[in-house]
Every structure is written in C-alpha cells, then in structure tokens.
C-alpha cells in the first residue's frame, strides 16, 4: 500500500512538473482527490446499510409504525422485543432448527467432499473424468429446476416433515468438491509421494497432511455452505408442515402474515428478521478473509 | 497431476466417492429424468397419472399467462444483472482508487452476500410499504403515487431495487478481486500518459477483468431467475396481476396451490434447458475469453 502511494505520488510529482506546477501542488490535489474517494465510498457503504439499519432502529420500538424520518430515534423496546420474538412467539425453535439444519448441511457435506476430492485428485482409477463431470454436471440442478420431483420422491419415501428432508439432499456438492480439488492441485505433488513412500494411507493422508494444509479454505467453504444452507427458503417451504420443524426463513413469512392481519406489530417482524440476520452476518464478518480467499479459488 | 495419483485401490476409491454419488443419483439425477417422465402426465397428488403424451408442452406454448411469466422473468433477470453489474463495478473501482481503509469498506460493501432473500424482502416491504413506508410520504411529495400493491411496474421497480441491493455485495467480492490482480505497471502507464479515471475503468480495466464480467453475468441470471423466490413470495406474491409472477414463482404456485404436477414438471423442464443453456453460454464465453484474461 505505501509503494502504490509512493509510485502515485512520484508519478503525479513528474505530471505537474512538466506542467509547471510545484510538488506540493500536486500532493494537496491528491489528497483533495482521496477525500472526495472517501465521502463517496462513506455514502455508499451508508446507502447499502440504510435499510438494515432503518429495520434495526424498529426492532426496539413498541408498535414499530415509522412514517418519517423523524420518527426513527430508537425506542425502548429492544429487550423485550427480542425477548418477545425468541420465547412468546416462539422464534427460537424456527432459529434453532435453521442452526440445526446448517450445522448438519455444512458437516456433512464437509466430510462427504473432502473424499469426493481426496478420491479425484489423488486416485488413479477408470472413468476419473466422466465421475468428475458426473460431480460437475449436478451445478445445472439447482433446487429450483427439482423441487418439484424431489418433493414427489421425498413424499413417497415418507420423510416429507421430516430433518431428513431438509438436509441429506443437500448433501452432494459440486461446488465444494470443486473448490477442494482446486486447493489439492495447488499443493506441492513431492508431499503424496512421500505420503506414500512413507506406507501412510490416503484417509491418514487426508486427515493429518490435507486437511491442517487446507484450513483458511475449509473455513472459507463452511461460510459459503453455511450461509447457502441458512438462507434456504424455498425447499422448506414446500416439504416442512409441521411448525415445530420449520426454519427462520419461512418463520419470518408466518410473522409478515400476522403483521398483515395485525395480529403482531411490525417491530416484531423487523426483530424477526435482525435475528435471521444475525448468525450469517457474524460468520461472514469472522471469517472475511477466509471467505474472500475461498471465492477467488472458486472462479477459476 | 498424474504425479500425485498415487493410490489405485479401486475398491477404496469407489467406496470413498460413494457418498457423493449415491446422493447425486437419488436426489439431483433421479428427480430431473423423473420430472421429465412427469412432465408426460397430467398428475395430482389425490388421482392418480394420467399419461398425456406432450399436452403439458403444448399447454405452455399456448399460454398466453406463462409467455408473459416467461417475459416477465427474462426482462426482471436482465435489469437485475444490468443494475447489479453497473452499481457494483463503480464500487469496486471506487474501493479500488482508494489507499487507506480499503478492507473496512470491503466488507461494509459486501455483508448483503449473507443477508437472506427472505429479510431482504421483509425489509423492503417495511420500508417502501404503501401505507406506513417510511420513504412512502417523500416520494409522494414528488408527485409519485406509492401503491404498489396494485400497480404492476412499481410493484417490478420495488422488487428489483430489493433483489439487486442483496446481490451487489456479491459482485464486489469477484471484481475487486479481479481488478486487484491487474498489473501495477498498466494502471502507471495509464496514469502517466494522462488517462482520466473513467477511461481508465472503461478501456483498461474492463476489458482485462472481463472473464470475471462474464462469470458474474451468468451468476446474477440464474439470481434473478431463482435467488429472488423469497422476495417475491414475501413481497408481492407475484402480483399484482403477474406483473412480479417470475417463472420460479409461477411454477411454485402451479405445484403447490394448484397441485397440477405434470404441468409443474414441464416447466421444471424449461427451467433445467434455460439453465443449461446459461451454463453452456459461459462455459464457450469463459473460453474465448480465457486468453487475454490470464
């Protein structure tokens, strides 16, 4: 960062020379330069926080109708809005079973890719790359073009309703088993060779070489999966009756149906949304690092 | 790569990928072929099937209701990848320029990644709600009359202002990657033969990251076709009067309001061809594109 300053600012000091223009002229419209960057970047990043935080502020007051700006300053409601939200209306099992449903989405598909890929990248074996196409070709069945069919199957074999239904057909992922495989290449071939020379096995090979190797990436992996799964709205939905099973996301469309017919407050929806907000959002913010080094292994 | 098989335990490989594939077979393959062998009858879940050859098909074709829902998803994926792709690249090129805090405003820029479809909705419709929206009385003091519950293309604006502010978040993540990864030496060059800022953006950067452009517009189509379900379930139900009814939506309410399977299955057939296609475009795109983008 200091290098791209210096190279900036030698480059803006050799421009006002052959203007005429003295040094110092030139670093005070730099700097004139950054600050209008900075109000512009400050506004934006404001802009892209404004509706959270307008949902936020609501989250604390009585009745939650906001009409004006001024009718913003935040109430006194917080705690027993949220108290409200998570135990009398019962928010904390659609939380909980969301947290349930991620948490065995991102585990199981963990494991379930890391062999995928331990096998793609480091077995030799007939038909490797019409498997890897058969992994590969699943990224043109998204749930939505399925769901149909898949709630026909899942009704038939009697696990509509059910904590199966909302996790095992997750379990398969192109994306993740791509993403690892890309990560295996990237490390230095000598170390199976070893590996094997050693008598070590490919799950030992796995679990105490790959795996510590592929930290920052299998954090960077858990968000992504973690926040996919979490955001599920559409397939619980369709295959989840039973209140007591349902996730955050569709909670949240049972609270807008009360707000509508005015049987909860809309405060109580905002906070509803803050609390289903709230998990992916601490994740991505912890992990940001890792995520962001996950995602530019992905476009490749 | 060939160095690093070293295993060749069949049996071992075969039982190691089974989990992968089993669920792939049973719950990816198995439900597309069966969707289209459904697509064939006219099915409910109380009678029984019905086989009907292409009827659905031909129903489709023929329906002046799904061509518009066709049009209708087409046009709202358009301006969403359109507006997504146009906002985020300024911020990105705005987040790029800058020396100090980059990474504070990065993710300031891109948290919406993990906001839910669905809060993005709820949000939305709190604050632009006809009646008790909090931005409702200043629009309205421009002359504006807020009633999207019943007018169509307001109704289309609002969703889309809600479906690209989750997605741009996205987009930064993959551009200010790539415009990080343009050469020093370019942007210098460029800076000391005088080029202003926006050409700069436009003739050097763009055409550089262009592989990521074109990864991205594929990304925020199959968004705007699918990702934005919650929004428009929670915001306007597809109303009113179709004007929001996107093809996922419509296939939705074929299915689970009026339980016409069959029918279901065809357009779950549509759907899987308009997905491939969007894949095949980017995988020939990526391709050509592949050369000068290193």
Redesign the interface.
Known sequence: ?LG??L??LT?AA??SRSAGRTTSERIRRFETE?LT??V??AT??FL??L??L??AL?STKRAG?????G??APGGHALSNYRRALIGLEFWRFMLNSFLMSVAVVVGKL???L??A??I??????YKNA?FL??LF????????????????T?ELGMSNTFFAIT??Y??SATT?FILRQH??SIP?SL??T??VDGVG?LRFLWSVLVPMSRAVLVGVSVIMF?YT??Q??WP??IINAESLQV???G??LL?GQASTGEVA?SM??TG?ML??LP??A???LF?RQL?ET??IQ?K | ??????????L???V??L???V??L???????V??VG?SLYRAS?ARGDVFVGLENYRRLASSSEYLRSVLISVLFAACVVVGVMAVALC?SF??H?????KGV???????????????AG??????AHPN???F???IEAFGVDVNWFSNGPQAFVVVLIAAV?KQ??YNV??MT?ALGNVP?SLT?TA??D?VSRTRRLLRVYVPIISP?LV?LVIMNT?YG??GT??MV??MTKGGPAGATNIL?YD??RT??QFYE?GF??AK?VV??VA??LL?YGQFRLSDRYAYYGG
């Open positions: 960062m791209s300053l190279t900036a480059a050799e421009r950054q960057l900075h512009l970047a934006i990043v892209i926080i509706p959270v307008i949902a609501v109708i906001v009409t004006s700006i009718d913003l494991v379930v890719s062999l995928a331990l096998v990248v480091y077995y030799r074996f007939p498997v058969f992994i699943t990224l043109l069945l998204p749930v939505p073009v399925r769901f149909v069919p898949l709630y026909r199957l009704t095992v057909p379990l398969a088993v295996f290449l071939a199976v060779e590996a094997k490919p926040v979490w955001n709205y559409l939905l369709v955050a996301q569709v949240l469309s807008r809309w929806v905002m949304s289903t907000l992916p959002l994740l991505l913010v940001r962001l995602f530019t476009q | 790569m060939s160095t690093r098989e070293v295993f060749t335990d069949r071992q490989a075969g190691l990928l989990p992968t594939m669920v792939s049973v719950f990816l393959y198995y439900p597309t069966r969707a459904l879940l911020v705005l987040i320029e800058i020396d100090v805090g405003y990065l993710v300031a820029v891109i948290w919406p990644y993990a906001l839910p479809p669905a809060v709820l949000v939305f419709l709190f604050i008790i929206g909090i409702t009385s200043y502010w741009v978040g993540i993959f990657a020093e210098e800076e000391l005088g990521t990864f199959i076709f699918f379900f919650a379930d929670l996922i296939l939705y299915a689970f399977f279901a299955s779950s759907l899987f997905v491939g894949m």
